[in-house]
């Protein structure tokens, strides 16, 4: 098991940038593919961004591509989220997530670990 906490979250103006971390604690970080999911109030949660052991693939939803990007430093343990041009419907619990496997990239129940959240609230 890995543990993962997530930061950086916050409000922010239509059109503007946040960046989300997630350090992570437990087992090597580097064996893990980590994922972004986010869940709105009454909605399901949905993939957002993943990025393989190494950082060399990287994976991202139609709604954030080219809005996001994913990142880690397997020295610090650490994953980032860096949205830019955000829009409304981007405010939701952002989920930081650890999977030992690749496929399905962007199911919930490929993940077995999970952070807390962190909110993120765009504000029109």
């Known amino acids: 098991q890995v543990q993962l906490v997530e930061s950086g979250g916050g409000l922010v103006q239509a059109g503007g940038s946040l960046r989300l971390s997630c350090v992570a604690s437990?087992?090597?970080?580097?064996?893990?593919?980590m994922g972004w999911f986010r869940q709105a109030p009454g909605k399901e949660r949905e993939f957002v961004a993943a990025i393989s052991w190494t950082g060399s693939r990287t994976y991202y939803a139609d709604s954030v591509k080219g809005r996001c990007t994913i990142s880690r430093d397997n020295d610090k343990n650490t994953v980032y989220l860096q949205m830019n041009s955000l829009k409304p419907e981007d405010t939701a619990v952002y989920f930081c997530?650890?999977?030992?496997?690749?496929?399905?990239?962007?199911?919930?129940?490929?993940?077995?670990?999970w952070g807390q959240g962190t909110q993120v609230t765009v504000s029109a």
């Open positions: 997530a650890a999977s030992r496997t690749i496929a399905p990239i962007a199911r919930v129940d490929s993940y077995n670990n």
């Open positions: 437990g087992r090597t970080f580097s064996g893990y593919v």
